[in-house]
C-alpha cells in the first residue's frame, strides 16, 4: 500500500498528469482535496464553489474542515494518490495545505513536488480560464511571472517542512524546457510518478507500518 501526496500550484495540469497516472495503473485510487472539502462545506456551510472555500470561510472552520477532509482520506484504502495543493493563496497570505496534523493524519510515504515553467502555467490557467467559463465558470485568478515563482517557491519550503515532520520522502519533478509536443511534461511526469510508486512497491517492506 503506497500513499503518495502529489503537489502543485494550481493550474500546473496536475490533474492531467493524474488522469494519465490512472490509464496506465487502474487501481490506484485519486483523491482530490479540494472536492472533499467542498464535499463537506456543502453539507455544512451551504458552500458550494471551490474558489469560494479559501474566500468565505473563516479560519477556524477552514482549519476544521481541512483536518476532516484529511480524516476521510486516512480512510480510504489500497494505493492512493492525495491531490492537492502545499499552500492555499488566500488575500492574508499563504495558507498551509499540509499543516503538521494535516499530513500526520495523511500519514503519507512520499510527497511529489511538481514544478514547472511559471510561463507555461500561466499559459495552461489561460487555456482553463476559456473552457472553465464554458464548463462550470471557474475562474482562476490573473497572476504574473513573479507571482508563481514566489507561489511555487514557498510551495516547496511548505512540502519540504510537511515531509519533514512526518519523515517521509520528499520527491521533486521539474520541467524548465519548453515542451517539444503537447502534454510532454504531463506524460513524462506521470511515467516518473508511475516508476517512483512501482520502486515504492517492491520495497514495500519498509512502506509498511
Ligand atoms: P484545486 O481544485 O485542487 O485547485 O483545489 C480547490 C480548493 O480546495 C483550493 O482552492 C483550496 O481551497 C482547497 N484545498 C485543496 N487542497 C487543500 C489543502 N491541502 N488544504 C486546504 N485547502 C485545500
Ligand atoms: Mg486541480
Redesign the pocket.
Known amino acids: 500500500m503506497v500513499r503518495l501526496i502529489v503537489t502543485a500550484v ?1 493550474g500546473a495540469g496536475k490533474s492531467t498528469i493524474l488522469k494519465k497516472i490512472v490509464e496506465k495503473i487502474p487501481d490506484i485510487k485519486i483523491v ?3 472536492d472533499i ?1 467542498l464535499e463537506e462545506a456543502s453539507k455544512k456551510f451551504s458552500i458550494y464553489d ?2 469560494e ?2 474566500k468565505k470561510m473563516n479560519f477556524k472552520d477552514y482549519r476544521r474542515l ?1 483536518e476532516d477532509a484529511a480524516k476521510t482520506m486516512a480512510r480510504i484504502e489500497g494505493d492512493l494518490i492525495i ?3 502545499a499552500v ?1 493563496k488566500t488575500v492574508y497570505g499563504y495558507y498551509p ?2 499543516p503538521s496534523k ?1 499530513v500526520e493524519i495523511l500519514n503519507p510515504d512520499a510527497i511529489v513536488f511538481l514544478e514547472f515553467r511559471p510561463e507555461d502555467i500561466l499559459a495552461r490557467r489561460m487555456k482553463d480560464l476559456s473552457k472553465d467559463q464554458v464548463e462550470d465558470r471557474r475562474v482562476r485568478e490573473i497572476e504574473k511571472i513573479e507571482d508563481v515563482e514566489e507561489h511555487q517557491k514557498i510551495s516547496l519550503e511548505m512540502a519540504s517542512a510537511a515531509a519533514n515532520h512526518v519523515s517521509c520522502y520528499l520527491y521533486v519533478l521539474r520541467f524548465l524546457e519548453s515542451q517539444k509536443y503537447p502534454y510532454q511534461h504531463a506524460e513524462e511526469a506521470s511515467l516518473k510518478i508511475i516508476e517512483l510508486i512501482e520502486k515504492m512497491k517492491k520495497g514495500e517492506e519498509r512502506f509498511k507500518e
Open positions: 494550481p482530490n482535496f479540494g472539502m471551490r474558489d472555500l479559501r481541512q491531490d492537492t495543493h492555499v495545505g499540509l494535516v
